[in-house]
């Protein structure tokens, strides 16, 4: 160590002696040291404010020489402790005590009606800034947090604009044919927003501009989404978007041009490798074979380009501050025709009066959004004879060469250019609020948040009259009309206390207050067949069909909290909420969800000192709470009427009258309830250079919404919708962030998440017979009414339930062709366990196999910095989880071959050698463990001037690898559809040039 020190000072004498040779500067040297043990920091990065290319290091006496002259500014930092500026004067000697950063613990985290510090939360929260999102050209919000938050799994499809399925500590209702939703409340600047799809947006929160947030809070537990009450049921998550700020006037502008590409190769055979597999497994179909070449994936796929461009404008006083942000996203998808497009506006405005007394906030959002869907065509891509060409001069279909027969598949190609299917939303969200701190209450505020969230959308879908009808081969196009509007206005006012009690070093926080809400949605559409051409638009003259509808919905609550801090150790949190909802019966519109929570900061108790060596964070936490659900279709408690079908109607005399049918209801229907009880230890280790959290947590809901089967002439209906069944999900969360090296010219850090969640079903309904199978989801193709999951006590919700399928020596399933058991038939005993030993293979057969849902999710996230280079990467892995491949049980067969027409087949038919389709094979249900590496990100900040406060250009590529033993073309996709690998968007691999300046 000496020798070492005694070097390093020999070449920093060195290089003194050039720099006084070579420098009019003069030169300033001392010592920067800790506050509390007086020991030398090692590493501190001193630079000069003018000029950021001057600079050095402390070295292991924690002395530093830089060039400065008087009047010059030095900047110390150092991670852990507080960034410092000095002023370079007579009298300054050049040593400095840098004082201990508390922003990792002091850091404000918003939660429900409020914030707090980060070392004062007793909930499990967790804060993600702006320069953690996932980077590329995201369309809406929740796609930034991908792989950054323990517990929080995000599923989105590969559409332009797509939707997402978000899951906070796993799912919880059954009943989502019923509209319950397991995604999380989303709330946006204080105002908890509608989630729901409407009519002509792929994703109601597109209206968002990406760009313009600035953190994203996620309330995992029931003690901090508690006091959302009946809507905090599945997480909430918190978006805070960029506010204004004092001082001249600052533009900041980011834009980027992208390119996306499809990442995966198909399973179907190609041309060549099809003609094989007639030859062989059909020859008597050669001669009718076409003279094509045709890959049709490649011919409904294409090289998207898009491109966004976003503006922001901030500036102000102390007292008034703005900020107006506008921007443009136009994304194409890999399918042709597919897109998204958003133009985003708004700003917000903050005013403060009489020296703060009266604060007052403006803020308005605007998203236009258009979308064009496209028809589900890449199960008919994988599947069309590939020696047939896309187009036929002959062909009475728009020109496009199709089958005479009416339900074979139809030619995806026309399907895309025959098929206008088009979306507009506009939705903008305005909200004022108003705060008073009382003057003559030292502590007391009284605040009111009056929010307006208006979505206005159409959807308009035509079918051209040439386009093949593949169920009923009647042609004369279809055209669908709808309109939608959702009115939603909310009032919430609170008053919030802060009481200082000095005597006992301790506070008290209290929030109490009310919110109302009410929503009104209303609904119009028709249709009809057999299109005419008038004056240049279509009508239809045919099965022509309407309806509307408009539903009103209110939510009142109550809510009250207390944060209480005793000796800056010990914390205490309780708040308690009432609802009450217009979804139920006049019996069951009020409902109570309490919450409570305690934690303690070890390091404050006298023998803490001595952990503070080592730890310089250390909290345990624990809480409970309830929280609810009321995300579901209006009405379930009432009974409505339909009439019979005409062949249901009675005959008066020569007349038939249609009967009216009632819906079995149960009128006593209430909230979904879940109650998590959770233990939490925070820690920070070298200054918090390295800090964390560890979760372990058990939630269990009950009152599940589901239809069960009704006990006979107990109700107009066989099965109703009413409250059964318990899910639980219980599981540990581990995170930790790190800064593994920060130097002047070099940084690294590096910030990992792991979640293991195990999900089961407690309870279905009320019956308690062992022998009682479940109830069958998940619907498949390849065959009418198929389904591969089940919903069973004991099991988790994405079951899957198949035949055990019997292994020859090769590992391989056993082929459906030979007669195996000797009994003289070739049959499904051949292949197939026959469970139950009663010689026979039915629905008695199916086993429970694996689930859909990961065992292990793991985030990884980490930037490494070299002088202005930087380069970014999130990784992400879901273990455990399996995937249906159902493209290949639909289409891994040789029948297939000549099903009708000559179809093209998946290539694991000659690996398998199946004659029949075989859905409901084990062999189908695949591992569909996965390593990806999701993000790469390489940047250039070529740095500021007189002119530019900032000048970056970088670029991107979003889905750039992916490890995984899944057979088909993305082991993750099928999690937005239930783990069913089936006719899904294909998932494409985008390349990204971004710009980002500052005025």
């Not at 591969?788 to 459906?816: C, M, N, W």
């Not at 084990?922 to 900040?941: I, R």
């Amino acid at each position: 160590m000496r020798i070492l020190r005694c070097s390093q000072r020999i070449v920093a004498f060195a290089a003194v002696c050039f720099l006084c040779l070579t420098s009019a500067f003069s030169q300033i040297s001392g010592v920067v040291s800790d506050p509390t043990s007086g020991e030398p920091l090692i590493g501190v990065n001193v630079t000069v404010k003018s000029n950021q290319s001057v600079g050095t290091i402390t070295d292991f006496d924690g002395r530093y020489t830089i060039n400065a002259g008087e009047g010059d500014i030095l900047v110390f930092s150092y991670v852990g402790y507080n960034t410092t500026e000095q002023e370079v004067t007579p009298g300054f000697d050049g040593n400095l005590s840098l004082g201990e950063a508390s922003e990792l613990l002091d850091e404000v985290v918003v939660i429900g009606y409020g914030a707090v510090g980060k070392k004062d939360l007793t909930g499990v929260v967790t804060k993600v800034n702006e320069k953690d999102f996932i980077k590329g050209s995201i369309n809406s919000p929740e796609k930034l947090l991908n792989g950054k938050v323990a517990g929080l799994q995000i599923s989105s499809n590969s559409d332009p604009g797509g939707e997402s399925r978000i899951r906070i500590r796993g799912g919880t209702s059954i009943g989502e044919e019923f509209g319950a939703s397991n995604d999380p409340l989303i709330v946006i600047d204080g105002v908890p927003m509608d989630n729901r799809s409407v009519a002509g947006s792929r994703n109601p929160l597109n209206f968002v501009n990406a760009s313009e947030i600035a953190s994203m809070t996620v309330l995992k537990d029931a003690s901090a989404a508690a006091i959302y009450g009946s809507r905090g049921a599945n997480g909430v998550i918190i978006i805070t978007t960029k506010q204004g700020s004092s001082g001249k006037l600052k533009i900041d502008y980011s834009g980027n041009v992208n390119a996306a590409v499809l990442a995966a190769e198909t399973t179907n055979l190609s041309a060549a490798n099809f003609r094989n597999a007639i030859n062989s497994k059909a020859p008597q179909e050669i001669e009718f074979l076409g003279d094509s070449n045709t890959d049709w994936v490649d011919e409904v796929t294409q090289v998207a380009q898009s491109t966004e461009h976003n503006i922001g404008l901030s500036g102000g006083t102390k007292d008034i501050n703005y900020r107006l942000f506008g921007g443009f996203l136009k994304n194409n998808g890999v399918l042709l025709t597919s897109q998204h497009q958003t133009i985003s506006f708004g700003g917000n405005v903050n005013m403060n009066f009489f020296d703060k007394v009266l604060e007052v906030r403006l803020k308005s959002k605007t998203g236009l959004t258009e979308d064009r869907f496209t028809p589900d065509v890449m199960g008919s891509a994988i599947g069309f004879d590939p020696t047939r060409p896309v187009l036929d001069p002959d062909s009475p279909f728009g020109g496009y060469y199709q089958w005479d027969d009416p339900l074979a598949v139809t030619n995806p190609v026309s399907s895309l250019m025959l098929t206008n299917d088009l979306g507009k939303t506009t939705r903008t969200l305005n909200s004022a609020g108003l705060t008073i701190n009382l003057p003559f209450v030292e502590g007391l505020s009284l605040t009111s948040d009056v929010s307006y969230d208006l979505i206005d959308g159409t959807k308009r879908k035509l079918e051209d009259p040439t386009l093949k009808d593949n169920e009923s081969f009647v042609r004369g196009g279809f055209l669908f009309n709808e309109n939608f509007e959702n009115y939603t206005k909310q009032i919430e006012s609170y008053a919030t206390y802060n009481l200082p009690l000095e005597g006992i070093n301790s506070k008290l926080n209290l929030v109490a207050g009310h919110s109302w809400l009410e929503s009104d949605q209303q609904n119009r559409w028709e249709q009809g067949r057999e299109l005419t051409l008038e004056d240049g638009e279509y009508t239809y003259t045919t099965d022509i069909q309407q309806d509307s509808f408009l539903v009103t919905n209110r939510l009142i609550s109550f809510f009250g909290r207390a944060n209480f801090t005793l000796n800056e150790k010990y914390l205490i949190t309780a708040s308690l909420r009432r609802d009450g909802s217009s979804r139920f019966g006049q019996g069951n519109r009020w409902g109570l969800f309490p919450s409570a929570a305690v934690a303690w900061r070890v390091l404050e108790e006298d023998f803490g000192k001595t952990l503070s060596n080592t730890f310089s964070d250390l909290k345990l936490r624990l809480s409970w709470g309830v929280t609810g659900s009321q995300e579901f279709d209006d009405f379930l408690y009432s009974t409505f009427y339909s009439y019979s079908t005409t062949d249901a109607a009675y005959q008066f005399g020569d007349g038939f009258v249609q009967t009216l049918r009632g819906i079995g209801v149960d009128p006593n229907i209430k909230w979904e309830e879940s109650r998590t009880l959770n233990f939490g230890i925070d820690y920070g280790l070298l200054n918090n250079r390295i800090n964390g959290s560890i979760e372990v947590y058990n939630k269990t809901t009950d009152d599940l919404i589901f239809k069960i089967a009704a006990p006979a002439f107990t109700n107009l209906s066989d099965r109703i919708i009413t409250n059964v069944g318990e899910v639980s999900n219980k599981g540990v969360e581990l995170s930790l962030n790190t800064i593994l090296y920060d130097k002047p010219n070099w940084g690294l850090s590096l910030n990992f998440n792991a979640t293991r969640n195990v999900n089961k079903i407690i309870a279905l309904d009320n019956t308690n017979d062992p022998n009682f199978g479940g109830y069958e989801t998940g619907g498949i193709s390849g065959d009418v009414g198929q389904t591969i999951q089940i919903l069973k006590v004991g099991e988790s919700i994405g079951t899957f339930r198949t035949y055990i399928h019997k292994r020859g020596a090769d590992g391989l399933p056993i082929p459906d062709k030979e007669d195996i058991n000797g009994d003289g038939l070739v049959d499904l005993l051949d292949i197939y366990e026959d469970i139950n030993k009663d010689g026979l293979i039915n629905e008695n057969d199916l086993v429970v196999n694996e689930s859909s849902q990961p065992d292990l999710m793991l985030g990884l996230s980490t930037t490494l910095r070299y002088k202005k280079f930087d380069l970014s990467a999130t990784m992400r892995s879901h273990l455990g989880n399996y995937v249906y491949n159902n493209v290949a049980s639909s289409s891994g067969f040789f029948e297939k071959l000549t099903d009708r027409v000559t179809n093209n087949i998946d290539e694991s038919a000659f690996r398998l050698n199946f004659k029949k389709r075989q859905l409901k094979s084990d062999y189908y249900v695949e591992n569909a463990s996965f390593f990806k590496l999701d993000n790469l990100t390489l940047g250039y900040n070529i740095g500021s001037n007189k002119a530019l406060r900032n000048f970056r250009v970088y670029g991107t590529v979003t889905n750039l690898l992916t490890i995984t033993g899944y057979s088909g073309l993305d082991p993750e996709l099928p999690q937005y559809n239930g783990g069913i690998d089936n006719n899904l968007y294909p998932i494409s691999r985008n390349f990204l040039i971004g710009l980002n300046i500052g005025f």
